[in-house]
Structure formats: C-alpha cells, structure tokens
C-alpha cells in the first residue's frame, strides 16, 4: 500500500480484454467450455422443457407424482441457471457485443417457456390444505428436501384469491410499473438538466449520475451550488414528481389490500416472512441513537475545519489529502489475511478464489461497471466481477463481493439445490462482514495515524450513508405509505414538507449540529429507491447484524465462528430472520444497533485522540 496524493479521476481509456493479463480475468470455461458448449446444453434444455409439465392434475393424490414434478421442475432451474450465468458474464465482458446479447436474449426465452409450463404447479398446492402436503411430507423421504419450500408456499395460501381475482389482478400487474417507469424517464432522461460553472471555471450539466459525483467537490461553494442548482430544478418539478410518487404508493396500498394484508409494509415484508417489528424496530432504534449520529457529524465538521455544517458538506471528502492505493496483488493478500478469524477451511477457498481465475479483476473497454458476485451456477464455483481502482473502497468492494462467494461456494456445498439460495436479506450480512474484518485487519497492521484515521472515517461514512441515510428513507417511506393508508393525498408541497422535517431531525438541524437548508427538502423527488417497495431498511439491518456478528467472532469467541458458518452454509433452508437467530444475531430486539453504535462510539474516542495527537 502506498499514500498518493489524490488524483482527479480521469477519464483514461481503458484496455481491450484481449490485452488484460489472463490471471486477472476470470475463466467462464469452468461453465462451459465453449460457446458451442453452451449452445448444446441449451438445446438439451429447451428438449427437456416437457417434463415441466409431469404429473399436472395428481399432485393431490400422491406423494410421488408430487416429489416427481418438484425434481423435474427443481432439475429445469438448476440447468437454466447455470446456462443463464454463462450468458450474462459473457455479455458483461463487453456489452457492445452482440453475440453474447443473443446468449442472454435466447435464454431469456427459454426462462419464459419454463415459467409458463410450470405455472400450474404452485396454483394446484396452494389449492391443497396444508394437513394433504404435510402428509404427502411424512409419507415420501423425497419430499424432505422441499419441506421448507412448501410450508413458505403455504403460508401465501391465506392472501391467494380465487381463480378469478388472481386473473384480475395479474392484469392489473401490467399497470404496476407505471410509475416507476414513468420517475425513471423523467428524471434521468427528461428533466432539462441545470448548468452550473464552478470556480475553475468549468460548466457541468446536473442529472443523478453527475449530481453524486458534483455533489462532493472540495469547493464549498461550489457544492453549494451544485445542490442549489439539482434540487432547484427538481423543486420546479415537484408537482408532477409528487404525483408519480402517489401513484406508485398507491399501488402498493391496492395489492396490499387486494391480497387481505393489514398494510403495504406488511405485504412488502411477507416475502420473506419479516415481522414488521424489525422495520418499526429499525425506525425507532435510529431514532434513539441520534446523539451518536450527531456527535459524528460534529467530528465532520471539525475535520473539515468548518464554522457551521450544512447538508452540502455531507459529501466532501473527509481527509482529501490521503488516498491509499494497493495494487492487485496487495489486495488478495489484505483480503486473505483479513479472512483469517473465519479459519483455514474459509480461508483456503478464497486463496482458490484468486489462484482459479474466479475474479475478472480489471477495468476493459465496454466492460460492465460495477461489481457483483454471480453464484448462482450450483454446479460450479462462484464468479466476481469488478472494476479495481487501486483505492481502499476497491479492496473492500473485493471483501465484500468474496463475503457473497464465500455464501454461495458453502450454501451450494452443502445445501440440496432446493435450499441453496439465499435471500437478499441475509446476503447483505454475509458482504459486509468481509468488510469488517477487512477494517478490523488494515487497523491491526496499520499504526500511521493517517491512514488509521482514512480507515477509521470511512467506516464512520459507512455508519452515515448506510445506517442513518437508509434508515431515514425508510421512515420516509413508512410515513408516505402510511398517509395514503389514512386515506390522505400526496403532493409535491405535502412530500417535501415531510421530508425536510424528518431530514431535519436526523440530522439535528434545530440543535445546530447540521444545516438543512430548504433546498434539501427536493431530495425525495430523484431517489428511485422510493419506488422500490420497502427495500432500503435491508441495507441498515445488514450493516447491524453483521457487525453485532464479527464483533463477537473477532472477539475470538469460537462458538460464535461456528454458527455464523453455520449461517453462510444454510443457504435458503429456513427464514432469514430464523437463520439469523440462530447465528447469533436477534434482529427484532434492539441489540445489534445498539452494537454498532458502541463500535461507532469506540471508532469515534480513537479518532479524537488521534486529532488531539496530531495537534499537539
Ligand atoms: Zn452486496
């Protein structure tokens, strides 16, 4: 690792895959050896189609006929999957080809033709009483694998309408994505984007993409500018905005009620069977520990050496004049030591990671940006995708995507592929507790004060951007739906002062800690995530959990390591908030926040004594 002086991102053309050294990308031949390879196995896939179809009509009276059209059906998916990652990776190593397009086009099809000659099997369960599948459960071994499946299944019977409501409201599914279409079109494509010329003298035109990267610049008054100018434009707007808005909460309180639940939070989170308590719980444990958000934000300000703190400067740079830089190679050896109070089993597979061309490491021209981690082949060993930089956040995004892997590669093993996938919202614990162990590692070998205090700032941004901002979308969120529950119209003006008022209190503006000048209260307008049906709280209960977990296991608590490996190899076997329970982590108690504020509160006594340090 090196301390650069930060550079400005430019704009430098990236390399042509042919030129990046084969060792940093990943080999896709592990799928198939051949795109003719793949060509042939689809055609053995599309023959194999039929057997969606076995044993329609007998399911109720017989075990077997039930365990036989569940294996055939569960052996369609396992192959479409593994010929539908091998098509999108493809077209992710250069998106302006089109052959491997096709790829992802004909297999699309192909999942079409799948879903629609399965469509009777979960109708005729659900058409089953729970005590007929319980029995067929008992009386066939077979059938164990998919007792979870069924009794998830199951539990959807009681918000299935009759054949004739379930075809009404599969119609009015085609109207659903109006607005968020609609807010898509209008704010990244419509909106006549404002111009601001910065005090370089350089005019830049704001829509979401270069208002995130705008929104930062070490210029206070041109970040100033910058928000006064978006958010200016998108108050213009608002009407319209608001409307969109009202529409799609709209929506999700006409499904909720269509399907008999109690409200559009509870329906949102029956998916995965969450109770409603962890998101109400989420709301009010940030709320309770605003004082530790607050004194982070006074720590911003003194670092940033301003008078008074204003929304604008939540973006700025915390320590501008430090960048680490890694290379490759000095990456896999942080992120591989940093796995270590994992063990050497754990460990072992992430050296294959990097040793078996896993990872497609490198930036290349047409190259999909990003990162992500695709497992979903059970077959065959996870893949990663990413664009390393060289920057801290580089090394962490690699911890990251390998904490998905690391999921995927133990849940596979040894999970039926019936209970291999894991939901999102376990996913986000598995991610993020490679990242703290990254952290944890980097302060363990790291004494310099200012990369500790880059290291320890950046987990406090985290604590910012993922913890308080998502958990005040979310009470954003919960209140809008909850006033058009009321029976209460939404409108531009009634959306913004909601809005300012809870931005203002989280971020303690009556008290002085943070200016929330009025212009913020448009911020609503261009978040696509208020479209997203009750998504974001995931992300906060994600960062508590898994940091309530790697503290223990850091701790060197052994039972602790065991059962969050435990975690990481139950795949989707039971309920996310089950399978968390068990690993340790109870996410309908207030606990794991409270620990992660204790870990704040802790990041933030050593940052003091490192300034105090620093200033004698
Ligand atoms: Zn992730």
Redesign the pocket.
């Known amino acids: 690792m090196t301390l650069a002086a930060p550079r400005p991102d430019r704009a430098l053309t990236p390399p042509e895959r042919h030129e990046l050294p084969p060792a940093r990308t990943w080999s896709l031949a592990d799928l198939y050896p051949s795109d003719d390879a793949w060509r042939a196995a689809k055609a053995a896939l599309v023959a194999a189609l039929p057997e969606a179809e076995h044993g329609r009509g007998t399911l109720a009276d017989s075990p077997q006929a039930l365990r036989a059209a569940l294996d055939a059906l569960m052996a369609l998916h396992r192959e479409l999957l593994r010929l539908h990652s091998y098509a999108s990776m493809r077209s992710d190593e250069d998106l302006r080809l089109s052959a491997p397009l096709a790829m992802k086009q004909e297999i699309a099809l192909v999942a079409n033709d799948l879903a629609a000659r399965s469509a009777w099997l979960e109708p005729e369960i659900l058409a089953m009483t729970r005590s007929t599948v319980e029995a067929h459960v008992a009386a066939e071994p077979g059938l164990a694998v998919y007792r979870h499946y069924l009794d998830d299944l199951l539990r959807r019977q009681a918000h299935t309408g009759s054949a004739e409501a379930e075809r009404i409201l599969a119609d009015a599914g085609l109207m659903a994505d109006g607005p968020v279409a609609i807010h898509e079109l209008l704010v990244d494509a419509d909106l006549p984007r404002p111009e601001v010329t910065l005090s370089t003298g350089e005019t830049v035109a704001l829509d979401p993409s270069s208002f995130a990267r705008w929104r930062g610049v070490p210029d206070r008054d041109d970040r100033r500018r910058v928000f006064e100018a978006y958010f200016g434009r998108l108050h213009e707007f608002r009407r319209t905005l608001g409307a969109t808005l009202d529409a799609n909460v709209k929506r999700d309180v006409f499904f909720a009620r269509a399907r008999r639940y109690g409200s559009a939070l509870e329906r949102a989170l029956d998916g995965f069977a969450i109770p409603v308590t962890v998101y109400e719980g989420l709301v009010a444990q940030a709320n309770a520990h605003l004082g530790t958000f607050h004194r982070y934000l006074e720590l911003r300000r003194r670092i940033l050496g301003l008078e008074q703190l204003h929304a604008h400067d939540l973006y700025a740079a915390l320590l501008p004049e430090v960048e680490l830089r890694f290379t490759v190679e000095e990456a896999e050896r942080h992120v591989l030591a940093s796995c270590a109070p994992l063990g050497a089993d754990y460990q072992a597979v992430v050296a294959r990671a990097f040793a078996e061309r896993w990872i497609d490491f490198l930036p290349a021209a047409g190259k999909r940006s990003g990162a992500y ?1 695709n497992g979903v082949a059970y077959d065959v060993h996870p893949y990663i995708l990413m664009n390393f930089n060289g920057k801290y956040d580089d090394v962490s995004t690699l911890a ?2 390998l904490g ?1 892997t690391l999921h995927s590669y133990l849940s596979n093993r040894d999970q039926p592929f019936a209970t291999s996938r894991y939901s999102i919202f376990v ?2 614990v598995a ?1 993020t507790f490679n990242e703290a162990l990254l952290l944890d590692h980097m302060l363990a070998t790291h004494d310099e004060p200012k990369v500790r205090l880059s290291l320890l700032g950046n987990f406090l941004e985290g604590i910012k951007g993922t913890v308080f901002r998502q958990t005040q979308f979310a009470e954003f969120e919960l209140e809008i739906h909850r006033a058009v529950e009321r029976g209460e119209a939404l409108t531009g003006d009634s959306l913004d002062a909601l809005y300012l008022a809870i931005a203002r209190r989280y971020y303690g503006h009556e008290a002085g800690v943070c200016v929330v000048d009025d212009v913020m209260r448009a911020e609503w307008s261009f978040v696509p995530h208020f479209y997203y049906d009750f998504y974001v709280y995931q992300y906060a209960t994600a960062f508590t959990a898994s940091s309530a977990l790697a503290e223990r296991v850091l701790a060197g608590d052994g039972e602790a390591r065991q059962s969050y490996l435990e975690l990481l190899s139950a795949g989707g076997s039971d309920y996310p908030i089950e399978l968390l329970r068990r690993a340790g982590v109870d996410l309908t108690t207030p606990e794991p926040f409270a620990a992660t504020m204790r870990r704040a509160e802790r990041v933030m006594d050593e940052i003091e004594g490192l300034l105090a340090g620093s200033a004698r």
Do not use: I, L, Q
Request: charged residues 30%.
């Open positions: 981690s990251h995507e998905h996913a986000e991610s």
